[in-house]
């Protein structure tokens, strides 16, 4: 999409077959579909942003390793990129092919997305890889309409991501880019066009292991940040940490999870450690936390639109 400008398809990269190349817009009567999905990502980008604790990221506690970053910026952010999400999911839900054009279009809304977001910050990143993998969801979202599922929307978000899109930048000098070129990793990019992997496969299933077996809404989430954490080659920590401190960092929050998650006593002594690991580094996982919004955002996603 061109959402970070920097998140391109892969060269070459063939596109699976998709059953449905066009199809009518879906909408449940009385609801604007693309105006709830749109309230949802606001609405999951802030829970994150509150959510704690977040070890090295920005939350009710603090600022973590970020010293541009605040809660309340967060939260301006967050409400910022609202009519860009519903932009988005009305472009998805509108579409009539599912083509080259509808990328396109996500791109060209996710870069206005992101140039309202710098706007709201005073020129400091909070959103940007959350505009990618959200828009991307909404924009999948919006197309399945009344039939979508939250791994039905996570692939077709992976197929609207392999699409290319020729308004894309070659290159922005964003910190993922140069990280993807010197560690060799996929980064947004890659976890967008394979469907959201860790959102499906990881983090998902933590979350709802969790609630069964007990935990507090806030602890199931803190957990299930973890677990991306743990698994995630996370860009953000990379650039601040190097491979060395990105592998101290997944092996604390792989701790965490071991020791029975934040609801236990020894996993809160291991978030303790993992904290100052990351604070030692001055390492954030904001990729991890974009993938929260994501897997929250598809949690939720069944009850938009139902009558």
Known sequence: MGFPASQAALPG?????????????????????????????????????????KPGLVDARGNGSHR??????????????RDGFVAMARAGQHATRLDAALREHLGALGRRAEADMLRATGGVNTHRGAIWA??????????????????SVARMAGVIARMPDRYRPAHTGNNGEWVRATYGVGGAREQA?????????????????????????????????????????????????GLAGLADVQAGAEAVIDAGGIGTLSGRRRLHDLEATM???????GGAADL????????????????
């Open 134 to 151: 959200l828009g991307l969801l909404a924009g999948a979202a919006g197309w399945l309409g009344s039939t979508r599922s939250a791994s």
């Open 279 to 285: 604070l030692a580094h001055q390492a954030s996982p």
């Open 13 to 53: 990269a063939p596109l699976p077959p998709v059953p449905h190349a066009t199809h009518a817009a879906h909408a449940t009567p009385g609801v604007d579909m693309a105006q709830a999905i749109g309230d949802l990502a606001v609405a999951v980008l802030v829970d994150e942003a509150t959510l704690a604790p």
């Open 193 to 241: 066009e394979a469907g959201f992997p860790h959102v499906t496969g990881v983090a998902l299933p933590m979350l709802r292991a969790c609630r069964a077996r007990g935990d507090a809404e806030p602890t199931a989430q803190v957990n299930t940040l973890l677990a991306i954490v743990a698994r995630l080659d996370d860009t953000c920590v990379l650039a601040r940490a």
């Open 68 to 81: 541009d970053m605040s809660l309340q910026l967060m939260i301006d952010s967050a409400h910022s990129l």
């Open 292 to 307: 929260l919004a994501a897997t929250l955002f598809l949690d939720r996603l069944c009850a938009v639109g139902a009558p």
